[in-house]
């Protein structure tokens, strides 16, 4: 006997633009369980792997989305021609540090860096990268700041506890020859380790601050497509862009 509630979670995630998490998909199907969606997403999840076909369903920044499988980006970058997205050297340092050190104010950002963080931390703002999560008690109250899910979804991460530890980040910089291959922009996103960190706390944007950030990248690092999100945008006929 077909799972009705597995085909209906199937199309809402079909014409999502974004990922979709199981409270959003609760309070659309209002009649489902949380335990019972949870299920049925596995289900779907455990199908598509099977499948084995050029996209699979992944858990995505606190949240569930159909992506091409890494190993077909070529051909869609070559449909697609998304243009490459940059971040600075100096930009690659301020986020790692804010992702690593969360809640984190600037002076401590800059107190690490050992330059002034102004620029850098509007333009990641502007980015949807970082937010501002309030303001410390301190004289000045100052602005903290934190990682957003926009910053999940680019990194092709499931929550911070998929951040790879600065061990592991260190071992690969030893490697010959390793580039600073990070994710694309939205529409993109890199594999990233399965290393557990200390699990986040509010949301899912933040985590308990480690003990270093890991080490910088290159100046001017690309972010290569690995995996490309591709879903319709016409959610009213269902067919794809």
Not at 3 to 12: G, Y
Not at 32 to 56: C, H, M, N, P, V
Not at 99 to 111: C, F, G, L, M, N
Request: aromatic share 4%.
């Amino acid at each position: 006997m077909t799972n009705p509630l597995k085909f209906i979670l199937e199309s809402l995630l079909f014409v999502t633009e974004e990922p979709l998490s199981v409270s959003q998909l609760k309070s659309i199907l209002e009649t489902e369980s949380s335990e019972a969606i949870r299920s049925a997403l596995s289900e779907l999840i455990t199908e598509y792997d099977q499948r084995g076909g050029g996209f699979e369903l992944r858990q995505i920044a606190g949240g569930f989305q159909f992506r091409t499988r890494s190993e077909y980006s070529e051909w869609v970058k070559k449909l697609l021609k998304p243009s490459p997205a940059r971040l600075s050297r100096a930009a690659l340092e301020t986020l790692a540090i804010i992702a690593y050190k969360q809640p984190i104010i600037r002076s401590d950002v800059e107190h690490i860096r050992g330059v002034d963080c102004g620029g850098v931390l509007r333009m990641l703002l502007e980015k949807k990268l970082i937010r501002v999560l309030g303001r410390k008690d301190i004289p000045g109250r100052p602005m903290i700041y934190g990682t957003t899910k926009q910053f999940l979804e680019v990194f092709n991460l499931k929550d911070l506890r998929d951040l790879p530890s600065p061990k592991e980040i260190e071992s690969l910089g030893t490697d010959d020859g390793e580039q600073d291959a990070l994710p694309g922009n939205e529409e993109t996103a890199g594999q990233a380790s399965n290393e557990m960190l200390p699990p986040p706390t509010g949301d899912g944007d933040r985590a308990p601050a480690l003990s270093q950030p890991p080490p910088p990248n290159g100046e001017n690092s690309p972010m290569p497509s690995e995996q490309v999100k591709t879903v319709p945008k016409n959610p009213a006929d269902g067919k794809k862009s």
